[in-house]
């Protein structure tokens, strides 16, 4: 059973194009999250998914950024009309059920760099 | 202020006992986390503590819980150069990890 798959690993963007972030969650996992973690700074949470729902994206900034877990495949993070300011670690992580009772297991990441 | 904090940094020497400090602002949080990251990897859940437990001892790592104080420390005992990474603590409110912004552990030979 693979762990959670992030791709790319590293991602470079230049200012105003855009990016997207591919996770794959572990087998059997329903529920994604990710996160961003700016230079230097903890995690901060971005948005929550179940297949084809959005739970909860009150983390991720209202304009550019958008998040999907459709049906089949994996979860897309699509920041449009990239900045300076989104070159961050963006990590997903999944879990079988509700994260207050089933441990999240993390990607190793996708390193975005806006030049 | 930060809902998670922690000390930035901490060195110790090989062999010797690390202690990594936590406070955290939500008591509803059922479970409390200590996640690994190694230099460009992602997290590893290293161990947590249900809310209800003073401590939890797991091999070389012993988790502390003082919840009136909301403080969470984490010992690792005989510390090792593989265990240089920075250690982030997380409290669960709801359905959401909060992180401390880490503690970065460095290992001196």
């Known amino acids: 059973n693979a762990g959670v798959m992030q791709n790319p690993r590293h991602l470079v963007r230049r200012r105003g194009q855009e990016a997207r972030l591919r996770c794959s969650p572990m087998?059997?996992?329903?529920?994604v999250y990710w996160y961003r973690q700016l230079p230097e700074e903890g995690l901060k949470f971005m948005v929550y998914l179940q297949k084809e729902n959005i739970i909860d994206e009150s983390g991720m900034p209202k304009e550019r950024f958008s998040a999907e877990f459709p049906k089949e495949g994996p979860s897309i993070l699509r920041i449009q009309q990239v900045v300076r300011g989104d070159s961050a670690a963006y990590f997903c992580?999944?879990?079988?059920?509700?994260?207050?009772?089933?441990?999240?297991?993390f990607g190793q990441g996708t390193r975005l760099t806006v030049v | 202020g930060e809902d998670v904090e922690q000390s930035l940094f901490l060195s110790v020497r090989e062999g010797d006992s690390s202690v990594i400090n936590c406070t955290y602002t939500d008591s509803s949080s059922t479970y409390l986390y200590w996640y690994k990251q190694e230099p460009g990897a992602g997290l590893q859940l290293l161990t947590y503590?249900?809310?209800?437990?003073d401590m939890k001892q797991d091999q070389r790592l012993t988790v502390l819980l003082n919840k009136k104080d909301k403080h969470l420390s984490l010992r690792i005992a005989d510390t090792q150069t593989g265990d240089s990474a920075i250690y982030f603590c997380?409290?669960?409110?709801?359905?959401?990890?909060?992180f401390g912004k880490g503690t970065k552990l460095s290992v001196i030979p």
């Open positions: 992580a999944s879990s079988q059920g509700s994260p207050m009772n089933t441990e999240a297991f």
């Open positions: 087998k059997g996992h329903s529920h």
């Open positions: 503590i249900f809310s209800n437990m």
């Open positions: 997380a409290e669960i409110p709801s359905y959401q990890l909060t």
